[in-house]
Antibody, heavy 115, light 112 residues
Framework: EVQLVESGGGLVQPGRSLKLSCAAS????????MAWVRQAPTKGLEWVAS????????YYRDSVKGRFTISRDNAKSTLYLQMDSLRSEDTATYYCARRTNLDAWGQGASVTVSS | DIVMTQGALPNPVPSGESASITCQSSKSLLHSNGKTYLNWYLQRPGQSPQLLIYWMSTRASGVSDRFSGSGSGTDFTLKISSVEAEDVGVYYC?????????FGGGTKLELK
């Protein structure tokens, strides 16, 4: 069974950093592109970043470019999202998802940016 | 960025009736390879989203055949035949032709 389990969320002050992890199991992680998608409270879905199978290609939405870094450790079957210089507008549930088609999603990690 | 615009449903939808959700893209999602880069997702209340349809019209694994996707390069429809209680939630279309990937604003389906 495909499983994606996010961790690392929490309450953080504006300007501080947080690192999310997504542990994958049930499939060969290194064979799949991965992505982070977020959802602000009561809002819709918003793509954040994607990474290729080997990690050599990464893509970001403009509002997080230069602040967020997506990475992966294929040996550990784990996806990461390093979030720096956090802003209140980054408050959301962050989902990791598999493939370009986002065919599997984690349960989400809640990130609240507030003083 | 490609803008995705979704239509609303005349909620609530009577159980057993069909429902059609529309989605429009600001740019054609039809690639030169003949594939249309459009996905549909359902997010049930309190749950993570799940993939329903990819390449505009291909059902994802395990998805009921009551769900069907169709459209052209810029106008798309997700049809749900014989709506059931488990279909309640918010439906999203999403383009994956270009970065940034973009979603529609969502269409809520409520059951009568």
């Amino acid at each position: 069974e495909v499983q994606l389990v996010e961790s690392g969320g929490g309450l953080v002050q504006p300007g501080r950093s947080l690192k999310l992890s997504c542990a994958a199991s049930g499939f060969t992680f290194s064979n799949y592109d991965m992505a982070w998608v977020r959802q602000a409270p009561t809002k819709g879905l918003e793509w954040v970043a994607s990474i290729s199978t080997g990690g050599g290609n990464t893509y970001y939405r403009d509002s997080v470019k230069g602040r967020f870094t997506i990475s992966r450790d294929n040996a550990k079957s784990t996806l990461y999202l390093q979030m720096d210089s956090l802003r209140s507008e980054d408050t959301a549930t962050y989902y990791c998802a598999r493939r370009t088609n986002l065919d599997a999603w984690g349960q989400g990690a809640s990130v609240t940016v507030s003083s | 960025d490609i803008v995705m615009t979704q239509g609303a449903l005349p909620n609530p939808v009577p159980s057993g009736e069909s429902a059609s959700i529309t989605c429009q893209s600001s740019k054609s999602l039809l690639h030169s390879n003949g594939k249309t880069y459009l996905n549909w997702y359902l997010q049930r209340p309190g749950q993570s989203p799940q993939l329903l349809i990819y390449w505009m019209s291909t059902r994802a694994s395990g998805v009921s055949d009551r769900f069907s996707g169709s459209g052209s390069g810029t106008d798309f429809t997700l049809k749900i035949s014989s709506v059931e209680a488990e279909d309640v939630g918010v439906y999203y279309c999403q383009q994956f032709l270009e970065y940034p990937r973009t979603f529609g604003g969502g269409t809520k389906l409520e059951l009568k």
